[in-house]
């Protein structure tokens, strides 16, 4: 098995506007937008080998304050203005404040690790020839608990406005 590393991101904050900088949540496809040269960014990483995922709390959905719908709507989104560069996006809509206790409590929420296995479980499906140790991966993000699900799951992390702020290079 080949051992191949991961990039997991944070969206809003880190591969997309969010909050601090338009000032509302990214709740419809409306709402997205990425950072500037952000797929070129996702693209240097592709072309040495990584695996990209995106991983995002979406804690409105279990809050009422937007639709499961919307939400998948601004993750297409997404993926499309970063020209396809995601292998996978993962959104957890669970909340410890929500009413319904069927929203309330999840292993996937960050900084519970359970995005990144799910992540890994969907990459060994579509790539069983490849393997992903953590240590090869790295978790870029802009909250506490993006650093704390990295530390947790045993991977490396970086601040988006550090990531972001780093020389790359895209060979053509």
């Known amino acids: 098995m080949k051992a191949t590393p991961v990039l997991y991101l944070d969206l809003d ?20 937008e990425l ?3 952000m797929p070129e960014r996702l693209y240097s990483y592709k072309q040495k080998g990584w695996r990209i995922v995106g991983v995002s709390n979406q804690g ?3 809050l009422g304050i937007v639709t499961y719908d919307n939400v998948a709507s601004a993750m297409s989104e997404t993926q ?3 020209r396809g560069m ?5 959104f957890c809509q669970h909340h410890p404040d929500a009413k319904n206790p069927e ?4 292993f996937c929420r960050k900084p519970r690790i359970g995005m990144l296995v799910l992540a890994q479980s969907y990459l060994n499906y579509e790539h069983p020839d490849e393997c992903y140790p ?13 650093r704390l699900c990295a530390e947790n799951g045993g991977v490396d992390f970086m601040w ?3 990531w972001r702020s780093m020389p790359f290079t895209v060979e053509v």
Do not use: W
Not at 13 to 32: H, L, P
Not at 103 to 106: E, V
């Open 160 to 162: 988006a406005k550090d």
């Open 134 to 146: 953590p240590h090869l991966a790295l978790m870029v993000g802009d909250r506490e608990e993006d």
């Open 35 to 37: 950072f500037r040269l």
């Open 60 to 62: 409105g959905i279990a």
């Open 80 to 82: 499309k203005q970063a």
């Open 13 to 32: 904050g880190t591969v997309r506007k969010g909050f601090d900088e338009i000032k509302r949540f990214v709740n419809s496809a409306e709402d997205v």
């Open 103 to 106: 929203y309330s409590r999840c």
């Open 86 to 90: 995601f292998d996978k996006i993962i």
